[in-house]
């Protein structure tokens, strides 16, 4: 196959175009889905209020795949701009 049959386009409503921010996610899994569920968390001093943002469903293959491409753009992104590290921030308890 050459490239020009794999092209694909996307079409993307206005509403999407925004897109979502979320500073917390869960990951779980059945035995043929896995469900990321993006959640954005908001500190009010001890109080910590979540609301749920987007949920994705993907088989696991194609969850395999999101890690990978995931981790490729990550080692992109160090390249360019210097190593990531992860929070410091204490874990919230959920």
Not at 31 to 54: C, H, P, T, W, Y
């Amino acid at each position: 196959m050459n490239q020009e049959e794999n092209q694909i386009s996307i079409k993307v409503e206005p509403a999407e175009q925004k897109g979502v921010y979320a500073n917390f996610a869960l990951i779980s899994h059945t035995k043929e889905e896995f469900i990321f569920d993006m959640i954005l968390v908001v500190s009010r001093g001890k109080q910590s209020d979540a609301r749920l943002v987007s949920r994705i469903i993907m088989n696991p293959a194609h969850a395999k795949r999101f890690v990978q491409a995931a981790a490729e753009n990550i080692k992109r992104y160090e390249k360019t701009f210097g190593d990531v590290s992860p929070s410091s921030e204490k874990k919230i308890g959920f």
